[in-house]
Structures are given as C-alpha cells and as structure tokens.
C-alpha cells in the first residue's frame, strides 16, 4: 500500500505545468474530492493495522505536497498573466489629461465683488434663506399693505407664522443691526425668491449682493465715492456712475445706480434702451425707523445701503442674454469660464 502512495508521489513530482490547462488537469487528478489522493484516503480502511501510521503519514505529506504544488503554479500563472499585460501598456504614449472643475460664473461674479469691497473694510454676513415678515419686511419700513407681501410676488411657507423664503438680501441689514453695535461695514451676499415666471430675463430664485455701512458720520458723499470706486473697480477705471432719485421703503434718500455703458453698437441701444447708461442697483442713506428698529439711535448714528444683482453683474460683465443658463448646469456653458476669471 505504501508503495502506492510513493508512485503517487512520483507522478506528482514529475508533473508540468506549464498553462492553465495543465494546471486544471493537475486540480482534477490530484486536488480534486474526485482526485487519486483523495481515493487513497478511502483506502484507508484497508491498510493493515501495522502500516496505517505509516501509510497516514505518507498520503497526508503527498496531500500537503499536491497542494502546494498547485498553489505555487497557480500564483506563477497569474502573475505572468499580470506582467504580460504590463507589456501591452504603450509608456511613450501621452497621458490623458484630467479635466478640471471650473468655478460657477455666478461664484467668479461673487467672489471678485467680496475681493473689491474687502480692500474697502467691508466683512461678509450672512442670514437665513427663510424668513420671518419682521426682517424681510417691517422692520425694513415696508408699510402693512405693500404688494410685494402679497401672495403672488412672495413664496410663502405658512401663511399663519408669515415664514416666507427672504425676497432680499436687505433682511441681513436688520438680523446684524440688531445685533451689533456700529460701527459696521459689510456685504451680505446669497440667494433671493421671487414668486415670478421664468424666462430669459427673471427667475424665482436669484442672488443679490446687499451692502451697508453704519456709523457716526455717514454721509450720502460716502456712500457715492463707494459706488464709483466698486463701479470702476468691477467694469473698468473710466467707467461713470450716476444715482437717479427713487424709491425704496428702507432708505431715505434712495437712488437708483445707473454706469454709463455706452452707445458703440446696436446691441448697446438695446440693454441701454438707447440711453447709453445701464441700471445695476438700488442705494440710499438707510431710513431712520430703520435704525429705530433696530435699537440704534438715529441722531447718533447714519449709514448708507445697497443692494445689486448677482446674475445681472454676471450677464453684463461676460454678455450672458439669458438667466436660465445660470440654473441649468449645462456643462457646455459652465466650461466657458474656466480661464475667464475676472482680474
Ligand atoms: N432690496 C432691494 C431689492 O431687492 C435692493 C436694494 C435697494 C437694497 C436699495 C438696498 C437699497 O440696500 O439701499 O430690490
């Protein structure tokens, strides 16, 4: 019997194998519960008494030997399987290039406006998306019956409560005069709702920049010399500024602020409407049941306010004519601004 084992033995030592198909045979013969070893084992019984130790030891080194055998040739075939591939592998060729991200143009529009006013000593604040009718709207001096309360100009998120999403970036004014003691200089910068249809020229949901300066002496002379500084900062160092009367329930006196575009080609008729000067924002001196609403002494203390929008900054500074690309994120129109970022 043992002499059985030790041609076994034999047949395992000799054994090639030099491919995957040898080595599946060798699995098959010797590895396998099918397999010749296997089948000694069942021999087992028969063995006299005397030469089953012998025997035991013998078949368990030729079952161990099998085994590491086919291991050892299966390990060899792969990695020779592993490097041949390598070889296919063309090192001269050039590589391929990962693509870079690129920044929204909205955020090149925001950040360059942070970067001009913070040469000027304006901070950055912030304040919620979801408002209450105090910040958006009373305290800022808007009188119970204005329409932009109404339903139809405002997203409402519970009637009862007055939570509404902010319509503005103006409700920042009031979460950080009450708050803070002037002095303060900051911007406010972040996404707006209008409950308006959307079209190339509006949108539900846009950004604003609000910026306001309170303190002791502020004066409406402040307040121009910070305009044309951002103005000719943003569009160029000739670019003119003008403030025409206006409007708004927060400032006494308001002004709308206008830059002289020009009139070199048609196209500059048309978004001038042939003026040659082009509206970017709303500013004024801020109102003083403002300031009373929000603690501060308005003998004591004046400060000014305004407040632009992001996207139309955007469309006038790169020639976007439509404010539905900026939402979409088509990556065809969000590329373009990879190398475009405003010095
Ligand atoms: N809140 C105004 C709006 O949404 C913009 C504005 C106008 C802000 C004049 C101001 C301001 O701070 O002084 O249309």
């Known amino acids: 019997m043992l002499d059985k084992v030790r041609i076994k033995e034999q047949e395992v030592d000799s054994f090639k194998i030099s491919n995957q198909e040898d080595l599946e045979k060798f699995r098959l013969a010797y590895i396998s519960t099918k397999g010749e070893i296997a089948s000694l084992f069942s021999e087992f019984r028969n063995v006299p008494v005397e030469e089953k130790k012998a025997f035991g ?110 319509t503005h970036t103006s409700s920042v004014q009031i979460r950080i005069l009450e708050n803070i003691q002037p002095p303060v200089r900051t911007l406010a910068i972040g996404r707006v709702y209008r409950n308006e249809a959307i079209s190339a020229r509006a949108h539900c949901i846009f950004h604003q920049v609000e910026g306001f300066y309170v303190d002791k002496k502020v004066s409406f002379k402040d307040l121009k010399q910070t305009l044309l500084y951002f103005a000719q900062q943003f569009f160029g160092p000739k670019t003119k500024i003008r403030l025409r009367p206006s409007y708004f329930p927060f400032t006494e006196p308001s002004a709308e602020l206008d830059i002289y575009w020009g009139l070199k080609t048609e196209a500059d008729y048309k978004i001038t409407k042939g003026t040659g000067w082009l509206e970017i924002g709303g500013a004024g001196m801020i109102d003083p049941n403002v300031m009373k609403n929000c603690n501060i002494d308005p003998d004591e203390y004046a400060g000014f306010a305004f407040g632009m929008g992001i996207e139309r900054m955007a469309m006038l500074k790169y020639g976007i004519k439509d404010l539905r690309l900026f939402t979409e994120n088509d990556v065809r129109f969000l590329r373009q601004f990879t190398s475009l970022d405003l010095a």
């Open 57 to 166: 030891i013998e078949l368990n080194k030729l079952k161990s030997k099998a085994e590491s055998k086919f291991k050892g040739a299966a390990t060899a075939l792969s990695e020779e399987a592993t490097s041949s591939a390598d070889t296919t592998i063309d090192l001269s060729l050039p590589s391929i290039p990962h693509q870079l991200g690129s920044r929204h143009p909205l955020s090149i529009v925001k950040n360059r406006i942070v970067d001009i006013f913070s040469r000027i000593g304006f901070g950055l604040s912030e304040g919620p998306e979801i408002e209450d009718d105090w910040h958006n709207f009373t305290a800022l001096n808007f009188p119970p019956d204005h329409p932009a309360r109404e339903m139809q100009d405002t997203f409402f998120i519970d009637q009862d409560s007055q939570k509404a999403l902010r």
